[in-house]
């Protein structure tokens, strides 16, 4: 697939010598045209740098950004297809949802009637087009992103940038908006690159998800594949939550700390590190056959599942979630003694 976006080994450093910062640090990564990609990490990891580099609001220390096959390291915001929405909505409270849309258009010099088609058009697809004679004041805050997008999209934009825009929602209109994103980016086929920190946000709507920290890109992948197969603890930690175990190989047999020998992926020779996640734990009765020995030490209800926190006879700390039945009482409670086993493939063997 052609690629909407290239970023070779960008580097940038904010101050000099000793004091300066490597905000990126030698970041290489392809963006396909009419993808929904995602940039997820942590606070300070370099998403938002990026975003930026790509969006000619900085300049990279190092290396290269095409657009489209073109270079435009160097290239000015306003001569880029680029468009990005912000965490701030940034609406004139003295103009109309119409004429907000429209602004973008207007400082391009395009002609009335071309406008007043683009407005119409975007605000049809983002489902506002009953608003467009209200004031930001009259808006929900959902109501108002959905603003942002349409301004942001009435250019037509090659590429869309989007920082963090639903950090401000409330969870159940965050959620709304995320299907409203996914939606909007299938029908206009624009490649979208959206930040966050949010891994549900990530997983829900992606087509591929970068993770990133300390300015370096670790994984890039399907949603499936990064929170399945993570190439580290850090990605491991990061997308959801993991239980750790510590591990030996001997290049053939994996076995845990107590040398209970577990179907895990080949591993070399040595101390290793296993992965599983909560789901895929099994609570079984207390001596099932193959099963591990483990004491309940806390369950904490959900809602929709429960979370029993468990301890392996050598202490180990495991977490294990399973549906919440009909009566919210799984029928576990702390001192209970269990069996413990892995579902069929859950084991990952990570790299530090």
């Known amino acids: 697939m052609t690629a909407a976006i290239e970023a070779r080994g960008l580097v940038k450093a904010f101050g000099s010598g000793d004091v300066a910062v490597r905000a990126l640090d030698e970041v290489s990564v392809t963006i396909r045209k009419g993808e929904f990609f995602t940039l997820l990490g942590p606070s300070g990891c370099g998403k938002t740098t990026l975003l930026r580099l790509i969006a000619g609001f900085e300049m990279p220390t190092g290396g290269a950004i095409l657009l489209d096959g073109q270079e435009v390291t160097d290239t000015p915001p306003n001569?880029?297809?680029?468009?990005?929405?912000?965490q701030s909505y940034a609406l004139f409270p003295h103009m109309t949802v119409a004429e907000n849309v429209g602004f973008g258009l207007k400082m391009l010099g395009r002609p009335k009637a071309e406008i007043a088609g683009a407005v119409a058009r975007v605000l049809k697809l983002v489902r506002l087009d009953?608003?467009?004679?209200?004031?930001?004041?009259?808006?929900?805050?959902?109501?108002?992103?959905?603003?942002?997008?349409?301004?942001?999209?009435?250019?037509?934009?090659?590429?869309?940038?989007?920082?963090?825009?639903?950090?401000?929602l409330d969870l159940k209109l965050r959620k709304e908006m995320q299907r409203e994103l996914k939606r909007l980016q299938t029908e206009t086929g624009i490649t979208f690159v959206f930040v966050t920190h949010d891994q549900e946000e990530a997983l829900t709507m992606s087509d591929r998800i970068g993770v990133m920290s300390a300015?370096?890109?670790l994984q890039v992948g399907p949603p499936r594949e990064i929170y399945n197969h993570p190439v580290n603890r850090f990605v491991a930690d990061f997308i959801g939550e993991t239980n750790v175990l510590p591990?030996?190989?001997?290049?053939?047999?994996?076995?845990?700390?107590?040398?209970?020998?577990?179907?895990?992926?080949?591993?070399?020779?040595?101390?290793?590190?296993?992965?599983?996640?909560?789901?895929?734990?099994?609570?079984?009765p207390a001596g099932s056959p193959g099963a591990l020995a483990a004491t309940v030490t806390e369950t904490v209800y959900f809602g929709t599942d429960t979370q029993c926190h468990l301890a392996?006879?050598?202490?180990?700390?495991?977490?294990?979630?399973?549906?919440?039945?009909?009566?919210?009482?799984?029928?576990?409670?702390?001192?209970?003694a269990v069996g413990l086993a892995f579902a069929e493939g859950a084991l990952q063997v990570l790299a530090e």
């Open 130 to 168: 009953s608003f467009a004679t209200r004031r930001p004041a009259q808006l929900s805050g959902g109501q108002q992103q959905r603003v942002a997008l349409a301004r942001a999209l009435a250019p037509e934009p090659k590429v869309l940038l989007l920082d963090e825009p639903l950090s401000a």
């Open 215 to 217: 300015g370096r890109l």
């Open 312 to 336: 392996l006879a050598d202490g180990t700390p495991l977490v294990a979630r399973l549906q919440s039945p009909p009566s919210g009482d799984t029928g576990l409670a702390p001192g209970d």
């Open 247 to 284: 591990a030996t190989s001997d290049g053939a047999v994996t076995r845990l700390a107590d040398g209970t020998p577990v179907a895990a992926p080949p591993a070399p020779a040595g101390p290793v590190t296993l992965a599983v996640r909560p789901e895929q734990l099994r609570i079984l």
């Open 79 to 86: 001569r880029r297809r680029v468009n990005t929405v912000f």
